[in-house]
Every structure is written in structure tokens, then in C-alpha cells.
């Protein structure tokens, strides 16, 4: 974890931003890296973590599911 994660973490979420995880990484081995990071537990800063049961990341639908699961329209999200 770079130094400047946490601190852009805690100004996202001061601007009301929520951050999710979706990763080819099952969603209990998404937790145990980032509540063991060596910046400490980050956990608190998810609002929810997404695996390829939601769907495969090359596939569109994959993406409009995680819109719908967090009922925000997709042009609203940026997954980087």
C-alpha cells in the first residue's frame, strides 16, 4: 500500500465516495488483504467487496450487476 492510499481513502469518504472491491480474488481473500495491509486494517474503508460470482470482469454485465447491487447508475462509477 503506497503512503498516499490511506489519506486519499479518508478524503474520498469525507466526500461522501464509497469504495468497493472487485477483484478475480474471493471475496474472504479480499478481506484478509486489506484487514492485514501493512498500513494496518483498512476494512472500514469498503462498503462491500465483489468476486467473480457477480460475474467475469471482461464482461459487461459483470459491471451493470455491481451498479445495480450498489443502486447506483453505472455512468456514476468509476472502476479503475
Known amino acids: ?7 486519499r481513502f ?3 469518504i469525507s466526500q461522501g465516495k ?3 472491491i472487485y477483484s478475480s480474488g474471493s471475496v474472504p481473500a479480499q478481506k484478509l488483504l486489506v484487514g492485514y ?11 462491500g467487496y465483489f468476486d467473480t460470482t457477480i ?4 464482461q ?3 459491471y451493470q450487476s455491481i451498479a445495480q447491487e ?4 453505472p455512468e456514476s462509477i468509476l472502476f479503475s
Open 1 to 7: 500500500i503506497y503512503d498516499d492510499v490511506v489519506p
Open 10 to 12: 479518508d478524503q474520498w
Open 18 to 20: 464509497k469504495i468497493y
Open 37 to 47: 495491509s501493512t498500513k494496518g486494517d483498512l476494512t472500514s474503508y469498503f462498503s
Open 55 to 58: 460475474g467475469l470482469k471482461v
Open 60 to 62: 459487461t454485465e459483470s
Open 70 to 73: 450498489i443502486n447506483q447508475n
